[in-house]
């Protein structure tokens, strides 16, 4: 059973940084593709960051490209989200998420309904 647990959220001035990590456990991930997504208050869920296992193809939201990136460490099965001068609006709930399929897919995904498996989500609060 799939199984992922996010860690790093916070409190933090605009203009600080965080990082968050995702350790994913319960399945053989290579074959994979990992997004980071997060909500707001009162709004859907959107798509941030996605990284392909195998290969580490990278793919990100207009909104955070050049300020955050995506990584994953395949010793220790945890993928990152390194988040740099952070804004106000990047405030919400962050959730990891694992695209079974998207390993073999031509793009990587920014559709909630193409991840099986979710975390459950680590608040990032960005004071103004």
């Known amino acids: 059973q799939v199984q992922l647990v996010e860690s790093g959220g916070g409190l933090v001035p605009a203009g600080d940084s965080l990082r968050l990590s995702c350790a994913a456990s319960?399945?053989?991930?290579?074959?994979?593709?990992m997004g980071w997504f997060r909500q707001a208050p009162g709004k859907e869920r959107e798509f941030v960051a996605a990284i392909r296992w195998s290969g580490g193809s990278t793919y990100y939201a207009d909104s955070v490209k050049g300020r955050f990136t995506i990584s994953r460490d395949n010793a220790k099965n945890t993928v990152d989200l390194q988040m740099n001068s952070l804004k106000p609006e990047d405030t919400g709930v962050y959730f990891c998420?694992?695209?079974?399929?998207?390993?073999?897919?031509?793009?990587?995904?920014?559709?909630?309904?193409?991840?099986?498996?979710w975390g459950q989500g680590t608040q990032v609060t960005v004071s103004s």
């Open positions: 319960g399945r053989t991930f290579s074959s994979y593709a």
């Open positions: 998420a694992a695209d079974p399929g998207g390993g073999s897919r031509w793009y990587l995904s920014r559709h909630p309904n193409e991840y099986d498996y």
